[in-house]
């Protein structure tokens, strides 16, 4: 007989992964009743792969959601065994906050922020399927944010979601993030098991339930190294690699966790490791053609690189504990998924690692994805209201990708049931908007990764603004509490007020100051000069000010770093604010709906089948398909710039591109 479960809750999400737990948190500190339902409570926000949170573009990504109001950078904060500041010596832009973490803490600190919620319901269970119903389409598109939906009639709307006991579950929104588990099967060489990660079995049900609704599905791949028995590791003979001494957090809050830090090693791959590689390359099932999804171009195996790589004879492999109360060790950039024997072979060639003992092999899992051209910026899916995607079921890889999209998938899932616009955030605002963008707009053949060349905007999205650039929105949508709102209020008074004195305060060039100037940077005054005017010296930091300028000791060190960059970078970031306002201008530009693209001669054959597949809403969206060329976009200009002109001499409105001929 089947149980129903009444009544309908406002949100459910499926998955208590990095996207889940945003998604779940950010539902209901909004104020929806909310479900989170998962295969395995005590796996709530486990790292499947790495143990670290953040490194380029990621740390990006972790700053902006919580200065948005979402919770990864407070889980890091709590949890790290390690801080370090990745390219400290390059440009801002790239400078990225990696956290090591502790796994296990990690996992702690997060279902403990999900049992605080008391809107928060947890449901250990496999959701199989999910139920949809017909009805009509006016009066959803203002929720959806994208007035395609106003030419369909009828659309599915979420009902519920069914589970494998037989029990339905009754909702007004759905937030899939089901990671690496749709009929997910590992790899370890020959051997194939299903499952969803290491030691978890997979889930069944969903993609049927989804390909029903129309989306499209695909398979990718993934890998993870073997983990160690740390105490038969020799760390004498490796390179140790501590913490930074005085530490960076990722959250904009204060009063950051202090903790005694531990140090990570490095070691590296030899022509011993690679000839192993290269005689049983035949026993791996990327290269036997058993394992057929693409895998992440920028985390490749280890096969994969000694194979397309060959003139390098060595590949750096960082040592890495998963925790401060375990042994256990993740040797990063090792990941394979040879055979088990192989695996401990090519382990034991390692310096160091000779009599290593591996604890747990690296495996290879495959899983389903849905392509998230198949998605509204919303996150909703384009066949369904109701029915949100978020992190690695849309394609991409990583813990930082996943929770971005899970928050912006909880925020938008709340917004829907209120029938208030998606939230929609810029590429230029954020890498958050990017990576949705790219997402959404993109056909995606491989994982995605974020990448801070995948920016346009990078020096404007730096992990030091991302409260400048996000906070106020987090506020208006009501997740930014009064805490953190006073927080960076003071930040910004405090940064006025710098930037004003800067310029006030001037030295004199006296000897003493010179000296100073000449013995930390070769640099001289001959003149009455601002401190404004020494900060925008490239070589002339705050440290070396600080010699000369008692008040700027007792600055917060996130003051400083945000009022020197913005001094040191003032013109670029001009200039980049000056292309993102044009770039904007022509991006917002909107595509009329449903456009028969293939009627217009001029545009490629390549452009026309990716406009119809992708009905992308603006210019800029266009602009960014993969295969449209400039002339493409050029054509599409003139098309728009011609219907304008129509319209002010016809004082007609709108009418839609399909009143114009097809000849440019
Ligand atoms: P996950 O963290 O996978 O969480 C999925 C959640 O969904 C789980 O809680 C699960 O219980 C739940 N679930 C699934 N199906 C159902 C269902 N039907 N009903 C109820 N609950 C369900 N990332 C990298 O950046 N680099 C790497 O090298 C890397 N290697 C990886 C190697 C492996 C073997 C794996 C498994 C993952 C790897 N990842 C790597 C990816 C990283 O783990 C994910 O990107 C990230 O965890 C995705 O987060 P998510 O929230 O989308 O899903």
């Known amino acids: 007989m089947q149980m129903t479960t009444q009544p309908a809750i406002d949100t459910i999400v499926i998955g208590a992964g990095h996207a889940g737990i945003e998604a779940a948190m950010a539902s209901a500190r909004l104020g929806c009743s909310t479900m989170l339902i998962t295969l395995n409570l005590d796996t709530i926000g486990q790292m499947s792969c790495n143990p670290a949170i953040g490194g380029p573009a990621k740390s990006q990504l972790v700053k902006e959601i919580d200065a948005l109001g979402g919770v990864m950078g407070l889980c890091a904060d709590a949890t790290y065994i390690q801080l370090k500041t990745l390219n400290s010596s390059k440009g801002p832009a790239v400078r990225a906050l990696r956290a090591q973490s502790d796994k296990a803490e990690y996992r702690t600190y997060c279902r403990k922020l999900i049992e605080s919620m008391p809107n928060i319901k947890l449901r250990q269970t496999m959701v199989t399927e999910i139920i949809t119903e017909v009805i009509p389409a006016e009066g959803i598109a203002g929720a959806v944010g994208n007035s395609s939906l106003e030419s369909n009639s009828e659309i599915r709307q979420l009902i519920g979601v069914k589970d494998n006991l037989g029990l339905t579950y009754y909702a007004k929104s759905l937030i899939i993030t089901t990671g690496t588990f749709l009929n997910g099967k590992l790899w370890v060489g020959e051997q194939s098991m299903g499952g969803g990660r290491p030691g978890e079995s997979g889930s069944f049900g969903i993609t049927g339930s989804l390909i029903e609704l129309g989306l499209k599905t695909g398979r990718l791949k993934t890998g993870t190294p073997p983990r160690i028995d740390g105490r038969t590791i020799d760390t004498n003979k490796l390179d140790k690699h501590p913490g930074d001494s005085i530490p960076s957090y990722f959250s904009f809050l204060p009063n950051r966790p202090v903790k005694p830090q531990l140090p990570c090693y490095l070691t590296r791959t030899n022509a011993k490791t690679h000839a192993l590689i290269e005689k049983h390359l035949h026993r791996s099932p990327m290269y036997t053609g058993l394992l057929h999804g693409p895998g992440p171009r920028y985390c490749p195996s280890i096969e994969d690189k000694v194979t397309r790589f060959p003139d390098k004879d060595s590949h750096h492999l960082f040592v890495e504990p998963e925790g401060r109360n375990t042994y256990e060790v993740y040797l990063q950039g090792f990941s394979t998924c040879l055979p088990y024997d192989v695996q401990q072979a090519m382990v034991n060639t390692l310096p160091g690692l000779e009599n290593a003992e591996i604890i747990r092999p690296a495996c290879a899992v495959e899983y389903d994805y849905f392509p998230a051209y198949q998605l509204h910026h919303s996150l909703m899916s384009k066949k369904a209201a109701g029915i949100f995607l978020a992190g690695q079921i849309n394609g991409t890889s990583g813990y930082e990708e996943a929770a971005a999209q899970g928050l912006i998938a909880g925020i938008n899932a709340t917004r829907f049931i209120r029938q208030q616009a998606p939230l929609v955030l810029s590429r230029q605002s954020s890498y958050i908007g990017t990576l949705i963008d790219d997402l959404v707009t993109k056909e995606i053949s491989e994982p995605y990764r974020m990448l801070t060349s995948r920016s346009e905007f990078r020096l404007l999205l730096r992990q030091d603004n991302a409260d ?100 040191k970078y003032e013109g670029y970031l001009k200039r980049q604010a000056q292309s993102v306002k044009k770039l904007s201008e022509a991006g917002n530009v909107k595509l009329p709906v449903n456009f028969d693209y293939g009627a217009i001669a001029q545009l490629s054959n390549e452009a026309k089948e990716k406009l119809a597949q992708l009905q992308p809403t603006t210019l800029g969206q266009a602009a960014k398909i993969p295969g449209l060329t400039p002339a493409d976009i050029g054509i599409l200009q003139i098309l728009l710039t011609r219907k304008k002109q129509r319209a002010i001499q016809t004082s007609e409105s709108s009418k839609g591109l399909q009143a114009l001929p097809d000849q440019v």
């Open 468 to 567: 400048q650039r996000l906070t106020p929105i987090g506020r208006e949508i009501g997740l930014v509490d009064d805490e953190r709102w006073a927080v960076f209020v003071e930040k910004n008074q405090a940064i006025a007020t710098e930037q004003a004195r800067l310029k006030a305060v001037c030295v004199n060039p006296t000897e003493a100051i010179n000296t100073i100037l000449q013995t930390h940077c070769n640099e001289q005054v001959h003149e009455k000069t601002s401190l404004y005017q020494l900060l925008r010296r490239p070589p002339i930091r705050y440290d070396i000010i600080e010699h000369f300028d008692e008040t700027s000791k007792q600055l917060p060190a996130s003051v400083k770093t945000y009022v020197e960059t913005e001094i």
